[in-house]
C-alpha cells in the first residue's frame, strides 16, 4: 500500500515564476491539505481540499490556489514567487476530516 | 493562530535512556496527534490521541493527555541513535468545523550512541 507521494522532490524556480506542485493521497483516502514549513518552523497550513472543492483555507495570499481531481489528488500552484516562498511544501491526506492526517516526503522549492 | 508549543525546544540524551516531550495548547480539542520529522523530510505519523482519553501506547512510545491542563505528553523509552529526528505534536485549530493541523517548532531530539 503506497503512502502518499508527491512530485517534484526538489524545484528551483527564480522570482516572478509559477510552480506546480503534485500530491497523491494514500490509498483511500479522500482528503488532501497542503502545509508550508520553512527552514526550523513547523508546517504551516495552506488549505484543504475535499470532493474536489477547498474545504478550509490557511493565512495565505490568493498566489497560492490548489486543485483536486476525481481520483483525489492535488495539485498546489504558486504564482510570481518570491524569495520568501522557498520551504518544504508538503501533502497530507486523510478521510473525513479530523482523523489521522498521513503526510508525503516533501517538495523542496528554493526561489532565487 | 498556533495551538500547539512543545516543549523543550532542545533535547539530548545517551542512547538507551528515555525522553520526554511537552505539548501545551490553548483551547479545547477533539484529538492530537504526534509526529516525528528527520531532518528535512516528511513527517512521520506517531500516535493521535482522543479528548476521552488520558494515555495511549505504540510500542516504545506513550502518549498521555491532560485536557484540563491542556497538555500531552510523549515518552520515548529505551531510546535508540535512530529516534534522533524533531518532534511535533499537532492538534487542530480551534475554529469551529476546522481540519487544519496547528504545529509549534516542534522539539530537536538528539540521541547519542
Known amino acids: 500500500d503506497a503512502g502518499v507521494t508527491q512530485s517534484p522532490t526538489h524545484l528551483i524556480k527564480t522570482r516572478g515564476q509559477q510552480v506546480t506542485l503534485r500530491c497523491s493521497p494514500k490509498?483511500?483516502?479522500?482528503?488532501v491539505s497542503w502545509y508550508q514549513q520553512a527552514l526550523g518552523q513547523g508546517p504551516q497550513f495552506i488549505f484543504q481540499?475535499?470532493?474536489?472543492?477547498?474545504?478550509q483555507r490557511g493565512n495565505f495570499p490568493d498566489r497560492f490556489s490548489g486543485h483536486q481531481f476525481p481520483n483525489y489528488s492535488s495539485e498546489l500552484n504558486v504564482n510570481a514567487l518570491l524569495l520568501g516562498d522557498s520551504a518544504l511544501y508538503l501533502c497530507?491526506?486523510?478521510?473525513?476530516?479530523?482523523?489521522?492526517?498521513?503526510f508525503g516526503p516533501g517538495t523542496r522549492l528554493t526561489v532565487l | 493562530s498556533q495551538q500547539g508549543e512543545e516543549d523543550p525546544q532542545a533535547l539530548s540524551i545517551q542512547e538507551g535512556e528515555n525522553a520526554t516531550m511537552n505539548c501545551s495548547y490553548k483551547t479545547s480539542i477533539n484529538n492530537l496527534q504526534w509526529y516525528r520529522q528527520n531532518s528535512g523530510r516528511g513527517l512521520v505519523h506517531l500516535i493521535l490521541?482522543?479528548?476521552?482519553?488520558r494515555e495511549k501506547h505504540s510500542g516504545r512510545l506513550r502518549v498521555t493527555l491532560d485536557t484540563s491542563k491542556k497538555s500531552s505528553s510523549l515518552l520515548i523509552t529505551a531510546s535508540r541513535a535512530a529516534d534522533t529526528a524533531s518532534y511535533f505534536c499537532a492538534p487542530p485549530y480551534s475554529g469551529a468545523g476546522s481540519y487544519q493541523l496547528t504545529f509549534g517548532k516542534g522539539t530537536k531530539l538528539s540521541v547519542i550512541p
Open positions: 490509498s483511500g483516502h479522500d482528503t
Open positions: 481540499y475535499y470532493e474536489e472543492e477547498e474545504r
Open positions: 497530507a491526506s486523510t478521510w473525513g476530516g479530523l482523523n489521522e492526517q498521513f
Open positions: 490521541i482522543r479528548s476521552n482519553e
